[in-house]
């Protein structure tokens, strides 16, 4: 099983931070430049367990994600591809805001395990962690920065 990981600091304090990503349909918020549209299919709720988001990027690419596992109090969210675009198999990750306390700032994760051929690992390794969490890291600060 392959991994991919991304860590950043947020110049926000962590509770505002998680109030802007806990919605796991609220991709098109804060990550503006990669996701366009974003729904929660059969009425269910952005923070509920089960629920499936269904998004289009920019570039017209659709995917389908599962919320797996939701907590308030840990900051923190999982979930899994349903339908993606992405060479791989098993996908899980997890995002997680927690405090800095030096500076009331945040330390948000982004991760995930998942499958795919061994001669893929790199590639897929450095995309998730650099291209989509790092990204989403870039497109998070700047949203919270006002920008």
Same mark, same amino acid.
């Given at each position: 099983?392959a991994?991919?990981?991304?860590?950043?600091?947020?110049?926000?304090?962590?509770?505002?931070?998680?109030?802007?990503?806990r919605?796991?349909?609220?991709?098109?918020?804060?990550?503006?430049?990669?996701?366009?549209?974003?729904?929660?299919?059969?009425?269910?709720?952005? %923070?509920?367990?089960?629920?499936?988001?269904?998004?289009? $990027?920019g570039?017209?690419t659709h $995917?389908?994600?599962? $919320?797996?596992?939701?907590? @308030?109090?840990?900051?923190?969210?999982?979930?899994?591809?349903?339908?993606?675009?992405?060479?791989? %198999?098993?996908?899980?990750?997890?995002?997680?805001?927690?405090?800095?306390?030096?500076?009331?700032?945040?330390?948000?994760?982004?991760?995930?395990?998942?499958?795919? @051929?061994?001669?893929?690992?790199?590639?897929?390794?450095?995309?998730f962690?650099?291209?989509i969490?790092?990204?989403?890291?870039?497109?998070?600060?700047?949203?919270?920065?006002?920008?």
């Amino acid at each position: 099983m392959a991994k991919a990981y991304a860590s950043t600091v947020i110049d926000a304090p962590a509770d505002e931070v998680w109030q802007l990503i806990r919605d796991f349909n609220g991709l098109p918020d804060w990550f503006p430049e990669v996701v366009a549209t974003s729904e929660i299919e059969d009425g269910k709720a952005g %923070d509920q367990v089960s629920a499936v988001r269904s998004f289009t $990027l920019g570039d017209g690419t659709h $995917l389908r994600e599962r $919320l797996l596992t939701f907590s @308030d109090a840990q900051r923190s969210y999982s979930y899994n591809f349903e339908k993606t675009p992405f060479d791989v %198999d098993n996908y899980f990750a997890t995002i997680r805001v927690s405090p800095v306390t030096d500076g009331d700032r945040s330390f948000v994760e982004w991760f995930t395990t998942f499958d795919c @051929d061994r001669d893929q690992i790199d590639h897929w390794q450095g995309y998730f962690a650099n291209e989509i969490f790092g990204g989403g890291f870039g497109a998070l600060a700047k949203r919270m920065a006002g920008e």
